[in-house]
């Protein structure tokens, strides 16, 4: 997301007082101005990116990953997603994660989107992939992470969707996207 786009409303900062630095995230509570002349503070998490892999294999199923996901307390189906290492190019990562997190490698790769996942709070972006030629393989998640690989049919995938089973924004935009396909044989650009 690297367009220039007009700054209409723009918050100009004042100062910004680190608050949290961890491992994935850091947060801030920066003081602006606003446009009207008052001043506010805004609450930020800063985020280095992630990406999310839409993978379909020649059976017309999805590749999707069950993990457990502690801020909700329960386990959630999801796409193959990760977040980018410092200075990491968008696609060597997407093409890291499904392979780490399924096991599959692919032919060809290419960016369906790149979205802001709560640009209220959060600077995170996560760059959307499509897979394409898979090749299975063999699994090798992080060692803190613990996955079930799982190959769902569309079917499948919107009944996980009524039932909460998939809730995350990057997975149900991906099922849309694949629902596209369907009907129109081609992916979204």
Known sequence: MTRSIPKKFEEITISTQPVFQGKIISLQVDTVKLPGGGEATREIVKHPGAVAVLALTPEDKILMVEQYRKPLERS???????????????????????????????????????????????????????????????????????????????????????????????TIMAVYAWQIYRLTGSLPE
Request: glycine content about 8%; aromatic content about 8%.
């Open 76 to 170: 959630q189906v999801e796409i193959p997603a990760g977040k980018l290492d410092a200075g990491e190019d968008p696609l060597a990562a997407a093409r890291r994660e499904l392979q780490e997190e399924t096991g599959y490698r692919c032919g060809k790769m290419r960016l369906l989107s790149s979205f802001y996942t709560s640009p209220g709070f959060a600077d995170e972006i996560i760059h959307l992939y499509a897979a394409e030629e898979l090749i299975p393989g063999t699994a090798q998640p992080d060692e803190d992470e613990f996955l079930n690989v799982e190959e769902l049919t569309f079917d499948e995938a919107q009944e996980y969707i009524r039932d909460g089973r998939i809730s995350d924004a990057k």
